[in-house]
């Protein structure tokens, strides 16, 4: 990284607040890899909002310089779409983990994906509950033994990866935060995309999954080559593969347009709400329809 981005990374960083992750946590590696993107891509603090829910990964806006809002657990998404929508000027980020995101707030991944705001999705993937000290997630694998599946995990593991291409998803990718390099690379691509970006991301927690270590997600992911990123039978089949888990962008439909894009509201402007003048008139007569 050049001089003048590194002094913009700090700009991102939270002075004064310690994170609270446990040392060793592949966490840091996305916090860090977070602030690197965005000073890289010459973002201001001001210009980005991440939005957030509950979990040890849906801390990391707390550790950064940005605007924030962090609400219930697995509902980043919606409110994350609605600011979009309101001022679409924004960079707007949902972050969180993999419990967070593909369980609670399942439904609204689902949705998200048909909407396709113009929003980047971050999702820690340490494939177990962290903060609540390592129950199952929805990607936890099978016969993952935790203090309440004790005998092991029987249900197979959500595939966000397959779900996200069966619904025609906008942008989706995958790293591991064990490469930094890659990590930044892939997160300035997705937030760069103009619609829906999915970027799952291996993270270790190094407490509470003694399975998917450091070691073992280098052991079993490789680099996508030779790949077709506009071929959705082909991205298909490669995010179905289990024995090796690819990495890097497996589908991009840059052909979609964006759920603000589509909003009658912005038809005939796209100037955010915030700084249009009130229609009185239109008020007048929207409160009218509302009478009785
Ligand atoms: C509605 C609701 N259900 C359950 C919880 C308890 N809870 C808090 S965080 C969490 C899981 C977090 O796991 P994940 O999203 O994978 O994040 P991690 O801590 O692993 O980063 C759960 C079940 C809650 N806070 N609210
Ligand atoms: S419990 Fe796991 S995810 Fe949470 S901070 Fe510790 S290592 Fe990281
Ligand atoms: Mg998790």
């Known amino acids: ?11 991102f960083k939270q002075q004064g607040i310690k994170p609270a992750w446990c040392p060793g946590c592949g966490n840091f590696l ?4 977070l602030q690197q993107a965005l000073a890289e891509l010459s973002l201001k603090p001001q210009q980005v909002v991440i939005v957030s829910g509950i979990g040890q990964a ?19 998404l919606p409110p ?27 439904n609204h991944f689902l949705h998200t994906i048909r909407r396709n705001p113009d929003l980047t999705h971050l999702v820690h993937n340490n494939m177990v509950y962290g903060l609540t000290k ?45 490469d930094l390099e890659k ?11 103009p ?28 680099y996508l080559q030779d790949h077709d990123m506009y071929d959705r039978n082909q991205a298909f089949l490669r995010a179905t593969e289990t024995e090796k888990l690819p990495l890097g962008i497996f589908y991009q439909n840059e052909k979609k347009k964006t759920f603000e894009q589509k909003l009658a509201v912005h038809k005939e402007q796209e100037t955010p709400f915030l700084f249009r003048s009130i229609n ?7 409160i009218k329809t509302r009478q009785f």
């Open 58 to 76: 849906a801390k990391t806006p707390q550790y950064l310089n940005v605007h924030m809002f962090n609400g219930l657990h697995g509902r980043a």
């Open 30 to 33: 996305i916090l860090k890899a």
């Open 134 to 178: 390592g129950q199952a997630s929805p990607t936890s694998n099978l016969g993952f033994k935790t203090p309440v599946q004790v005998e092991g995990v029987i249900s197979e593991p959500i595939n966000p990866i397959a779900l996200a291409i069966s619904l025609d998803v906008s942008f989706v990718a995958r790293v591991f935060c064990g």
């Open 80 to 106: 994350a779409t609605a600011i979009k929508a309101c001022n679409p000027l924004l960079t707007v980020i949902a972050e969180g983990g993999d419990g967070d995101m593909y369980g609670e707030g399942g």
């Open 1 to 11: 990284m050049k001089a003048k981005e590194e002094k913009e990374a700090i700009d």
């Open 195 to 222: 619609g829906y970006a999915l970027v799952d991301i291996f993270q270790p927690c190094v407490t509470f999954n003694k399975v998917n270590t450091f070691k073992w997600f280098q052991e079993h992911t490789y």
């Open 183 to 193: 990590t930044v690379e892939i997160i300035k691509k997705a937030i760069r995309h």
């Open 280 to 286: 009185s008139k239109k008020l007048e007569e929207l």
